[in-house]
C-alpha cells in the first residue's frame, strides 16, 4: 500500500475516487483470501482499506454488491469467435470451468448464489449481474444467428440462459472437472434445437 493511501483517502461524494475505489476492491480481495466468504464483511473491508463504511455503501450498497465487482475484476473468460456455434459455446464453457477452478472467482460466485437464496441484496445484485451475463453469452448465438447457424426467431437470451444454467449446476456441484466430450454433447442438444429447419 502507498504512503498517500496509508493516511487514508478523501471520498468525492457518491461520484467514485477511483483510487480509494481500487484500494477498497483490493481490501475485499484481501479479505476473502485471508477470511473466506464466511468471514467476510463490509467492516472488514473497511478496515484495511482505511476508508469509511458509508463510503463503501454508498458506492456498493451490500456486501453482494462489492463481491460481485471483486468477481467481476478477476472474471477474465475468453470468449471465443470460431465462427462455428458449437465450437464456440464449447470454448466458452471449457474456458469458464478453468476459470472457476483455477482461480478464488469460483468460490466467490458459488457463495454469492448460495447467498441470493436467503438474502434479498445479493439476490437482486446476483440478478443485475446475471442480466448483463446474458446479453454477453447471447452475443455469441446473435452471431451464429447472422452466419444462419441459428433460426431467425430464437430468443439469444434464452439459449444464454440454458447454456449458464448447466454451467452454474457444474459450479454448485463443484464438477468443474468435466471431460470436453460431455461438455459438448451438451452442447449439441442445445445446437440441435436452435437449428433452423431443413
Do not use: C
Not at 136 to 162: P, W
Amino acid at each position: 500500500m502507498s504512503e498517500t493511501a496509508a493516511r487514508g483517502r478523501r471520498s468525492i461524494g457518491a461520484k467514485r475516487n477511483p483510487e480509494s475505489a481500487d484500494a477498497i476492491i483490493e481490501a475485499a480481495e484481501a479479505v476473502l483470501r485471508e477470511a473466506g466468504y464466511s468471514g467476510f464483511s463490509i467492516e472488514a473491508v473497511a478496515r484495511r482499506a482505511r476508508a469509511g463504511k458509508p463510503t463503501i455503501y454508498r458506492w456498493w450498497p451490500s456486501k453482494a454488491a462489492l463481491l460481485i465487482e471483486v468477481y467481476q475484476r478477476q472474471k477474465r473468460v475468453e470468449t471465443p469467435d470460431t465462427g462455428n456455434i458449437e465450437e464456440d459455446l464449447v470454448g466458452f464453457l471449457r474456458n469458464l470451468f478453468a476459470h472457476w477452478r483455477d482461480t478464488p472467482s469460483g468460490n466467490v460466485f458459488r457463495s454469492l448464489v448460495a447467498e441470493a437464496q436467503s438474502d434479498e441484496t445479493a439476490a437482486s445484485a446476483l440478478a443485475d449481474y446475471s442480466k448483463g451475463r446474458r446479453g454477453h453469452t447471447g452475443r455469441i448465438i446473435e452471431r451464429a444467428k447472422a452466419r444462419g447457424e441459428v433460426a431467425a426467431d430464437v430468443d439469444a437470451e434464452i439459449v444464454a440462459d440454458l447454456i449458464a444454467s448447466y454451467a452454474w449446476r457444474h459450479l454448485l456441484t463443484n464438477r468443474l472437472d468435466e471431460d470436453e466430450a460431455t461438455i459438448r454433447a451438451a452442447v449439441r442438444y442445445v445446437v440441435r434445437g436452435i437449428t433452423p429447419a431443413r
